[in-house]
């Protein structure tokens, strides 16, 4: 059978000294069976516990750096806590165009160590967050006083802008 999906995602950072810090996502989704017109739908809370770096503030073609993280992933079903651990590698910068506007954008590799499975490819606009994977493009983004709250529909993953220096330039 085919089904239809539809996620939202909410994601919210810190800035740090070190760059921006991943402190939680949550996620609301929707899916059709299209063979037996069932919907499913649910909501999902990550929090994270320990720092997740997703973006120093340097940042150059070549680099990379490790995430080791621990949270709490909370559904309809209960809570239970969750390790991430993955490797990140920037790539060269391109232009990518995506619902939210078009954006010079740096390629980058997550690598996910528990999980090869969980690998993926996106593109980053350092003042803005993930733009673009396999699975999701950036919808919209929204502003706020510190950092950035980002959405995206049909989406994994996104970050936001933070407004204190210094930032690196394409």
Not at 82 to 109: E, I, L, M, N, Q
Not at 114 to 136: C, E, K, M
Request: aromatic share 12%.
């Amino acid at each position: 059978t085919t089904s239809t999906y539809t996620w939202s995602t909410r994601t919210y950072y810190r800035c740090a000294e070190e760059g921006v810090v991943l402190l939680g996502r949550e996620n609301e989704y929707e899916q059709v069976d299209l063979g037996t017109a069932t919907t499913y739908a649910g909501s999902s809370r990550q929090t994270y516990t320990k720092d997740h770096l997703v973006w120093p503030k340097k940042v150059s073609p070549g680099d990379d750096w490790l995430v080791e993280s621990e949270g709490t992933l909370e559904t309809e079903d209960g809570s239970q806590s969750f390790t991430y651990r993955a490797k990140y590698t920037v790539g060269d910068v391109d232009t990518v165009t995506v619902p939210a506007g078009t954006f010079d954008a740096y390629f980058v590799s997550v690598e996910t160590l528990d999980d090869p499975n969980s690998s993926y490819d996106q593109y980053v606009a350092p003042d803005i967050g993930s733009v673009q994977g396999a699975t999701f493009a950036l919808m919209s983004v929204e502003f706020d006083a510190d950092c950035a709250r980002s959405r995206q529909s049909s989406s994994r993953r996104v970050w936001g802008r933070c407004r204190v220096p210094p930032w690196s330039v394409l």
